[in-house]
């Protein structure tokens, strides 16, 4: 049975002061009210990683995850952070290929895939981004182009490598948009996804790879995604900054 999961990625939001607020409250609120199998990732700004991690408690539900990091181990990289840092203060997951990375920072997928590796050699697991811009969506091989995004960045790895990685399908156009794709447009793209899995690394690994959607997912529309049979939980934006909705996505994955 593969993982359900559902990861906050806060991006570059909250001053130390509103950050530590919503770490205490999100906490609370999810050792609370949420009884289920599903897994909680907190993505913070990095600053407050380690503040994250004091939150927790051994063994719970919460784990939390980096918004990036760096394709080499260490040297001189001005700015960056590594996976080895990562690894290094309890940090499990990390996004990697954030529409918004792939976009703003010309992050390529030869060079996610580096990060991937790093990240997996760390014990960092990825949380790999994946998605189509609208003009593709409307004129082009939108599936094609996110299949490519997998292969080209995740297809290199061995069965037992992949089988850690979790996938965020994240269609641009609706990103920060208020534009959810709907239920059955995500689960058309993930039933797509996981037979592409299927085809390079088998039906059983594809079974349990989690694929998590993300764009405009928030506490009235991520019920009616989550019931879809592929979408097995969400990356959520705008809606993790809130503890009450992010509570109640939590709650409807589970
Ligand atoms: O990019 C996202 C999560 O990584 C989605 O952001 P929104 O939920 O704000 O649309």
Redesign the pocket.
Known sequence: MRKKIVAG?W?MNKTAEEATALLSEVVNMIKDEVTGDVEVVLCPPALYLTTARQYLTPGGKISIGAQNCHEKASGAYTGEISAPMLQSIGVEYV?LG???RRQYFEETNAQLAEKVNIALENNVIPIF?CGESRDLRENGDYIGFVKDQITDSLFHLSAESFGKVVI?Y?PIW????GLTASSAQAQDMHFELRQHIASQYGDMIAQDTTILY?????AQNAAELFAQPDVDGG??????LKSRDFTTVVKAAQ
Not at 174 to 177: H, K
Not at 235 to 240: H, K
Request: charged share 10%.
């Open positions: 990625n991006k996004i954030h529409s918004e981004c965020a994240e609706a990103i920060g948009t993300g764009g405009s997912a928030n990356l959520i934006g705008g809606a993790s």
